[in-house]
């Protein structure tokens, strides 16, 4: 019998003193170019653009009890989340980016931080 590697499964994201308990669809791009090749109506490629990319983490997480989205949109600081596999992000500088989408049924909230920098940390 063979051993399976677990390459996902669960993580907790902190960012400042705050603790966020992830609940699903936790993403992350840490690219810091974006490449597009560049192809003329000649039919030749010319070569390719590139856009500088701003790193982020989001995800699905569980509404911190009696936080207000206020309180939500106002974190910021370097955000670490720990990956069940044993790797780690660290998003530096980070903040709330776009909206804040609470769902009251589910007490759960859809958040995307972006920051100056990111960085995937090995096991």
Same mark, same amino acid.
């Given at each position: 019998?063979s051993d399976v590697?677990?390459?996902?499964?669960?993580?907790?994201?902190?960012?400042?003193?705050?603790?966020?308990?992830?609940? /699903? %669809?936790?993403?992350?791009?840490?690219q810091?170019? #974006?490449?597009?090749?560049?192809?003329g109506? !000649?039919?030749?490629?010319?070569? %390719?653009? %590139?856009?500088p990319k701003?790193?982020?983490? /989001?995800? #699905?997480?569980?509404?911190?009890?009696?936080?207000?989205? @206020?309180?939500?949109? %106002?974190?910021?600081?370097d955000?670490?989340?720990?990956?069940?596999? =044993?790797?780690?992000?660290?998003?530096? !500088?980070?903040?709330?980016?776009? #909206?804040? #989408?609470?769902d !009251? !049924? /589910? =007490?759960?909230?859809k958040?995307?931080? /972006?920051g100056?920098s990111?960085?995937?940390?090995? @096991?």
């Amino acid at each position: 019998m063979s051993d399976v590697s677990v390459i996902g499964g669960v993580a907790q994201l902190r960012i400042g003193n705050t603790v966020l308990l992830f609940r /699903e %669809a936790l993403k992350h791009n840490f690219q810091k170019m #974006e490449k597009k090749g560049v192809t003329g109506r !000649d039919g030749v490629f010319h070569g %390719a653009t %590139a856009q500088p990319k701003t790193p982020y983490v /989001e995800g #699905e997480f569980t509404k911190p009890p009696g936080m207000t989205t @206020a309180q939500i949109e %106002a974190l910021s600081g370097d955000l670490i989340a720990a990956m069940f596999d =044993g790797g780690t992000l660290v998003l530096r !500088d980070a903040f709330v980016s776009g #909206e804040i #989408e609470v769902d !009251d !049924d /589910e =007490g759960k909230v859809k958040l995307r931080f /972006e920051g100056a920098s990111g960085e995937e940390l090995p @096991a």
